[in-house]
């Protein structure tokens, strides 16, 4: 298993397109096997679903995504979770023992126009629509 966590620095990032990097984690037999953060390499409509995909990512963490991005994931055979907030450690640890609880969708810095929790304003860029 795979995980990608959308992060900022040590904290769990509020948004998954709009994050400075993305932590990568390589699970076996419920252990960490390899962590590796990677730069957030462009928010550009339908490309880091793909992205993801082609590093073989299973799990996508994130505190907030639009619909539409986490409809393409679910294309793509990766499960999408929301809500997540802190410490990326912690959140790593809470999955793996089964205590990580999704939540509503962090993104909140717009009007809502795109139908999630609390819109991105269009900042989001096409990946939402």
Known sequence: ?????ATDGNQVAAHFGHCPEYTLVEVENGEVK???TIPNPGHQPG????????LKVTHVIA????ARAQELFA???ISTIVGAQGP???????????????GPSLCSH????????GGCGGGCGGQHR
């Open 34 to 36: 390899t962590q590796l």
């Open 88 to 102: 990326v450690s912690e959140v790593i640890r809470d999955f793996l023992t089964g205590r990580l609880v999704a």
């Open 63 to 66: 505190g907030g995504m639009g």
């Open 110 to 117: 717009g009007s809502g126009e795109h139908g999630h929790g």
């Open 75 to 77: 294309a793509r055979g």
């Open 1 to 5: 298993m795979k995980l990608a966590l």
């Open 47 to 54: 490309f880091l679903p793909a992205y993801l995909s082609e």
